[in-house]
């Protein structure tokens, strides 16, 4: 996944890119610097965080805060197609049944879900991507089961 994007790596020497980043993003060299440990990844104004692990739905979240990011939160039909892994995103119904949110709070708008879902009522009231590679890939699921899961630090204003 975003193989044609230049890929953060700190035995790199990333200086140049970071600043080319910075000054198309506003974004301080110190502040993209901090994120370049590890499995980082930058794709359209964010960057990518893919775990290796697995865990539940809030384990997954603590984890992207901890690391300045969140959940990821899909914007847009190029950032859906990127994320086409089982994962957990950041999308939850757990405050009212059937009224899904982002982890920012916003309301979801434009939606991914694959055919028939959502279907799990109030079992399932955490989203993840489930089928590889479609456009129409998410689905509810119980939120204490344990999946992979993608942080974005979003760095465009
Ligand atoms: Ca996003
Ligand atoms: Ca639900
Ligand atoms: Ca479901």
């Known amino acids: 996944m975003f ?3 230049p890929k953060l790596n700190c035995d ?3 200086a140049s890119f970071m600043k080319r980043l910075s000054m198309t993003t506003g974004v301080s060299t110190a502040s993209l610097a901090k994120s370049c440990q590890g499995e980082w990844e930058y794709f ?14 809030q384990e997954s979240r603590d984890d992207c805060l901890q690391k300045g990011a969140d959940l990821v939160i899909i914007n847009s039909k190029e950032e859906q197609v990127h994320v086409c892994k089982i994962m957990w995103i950041g999308l939850t119904d757990s405050e009212t049944e059937g009224t899904w949110k982002w982890v920012d709070g916003t309301p979801l708008t434009k939606s ?3 055919s028939e879902e959502p279907n799990g009522g ?7 991507t489930y ?10 699921t ?6 992979s899961w993608i942080c974005e630090m979003k ?3």
């Open 3 to 5: 193989t044609a994007l």
């Open 12 to 14: 790199f020497p990333i």
């Open 44 to 57: 359209n104004g964010s960057f990518y965080y893919i775990s290796s692990i697995e865990k539940t739905w």
């Open 112 to 114: 991914y879900w694959d």
């Open 122 to 128: 109030e079992r399932e009231n955490c989203g993840h």
């Open 131 to 140: 089928l590889y590679n479609l456009e129409n890939s998410w689905n509810d």
């Open 142 to 147: 119980p939120c204490d089961l344990s999946y």
């Open 155 to 157: 760095v465009r204003p």
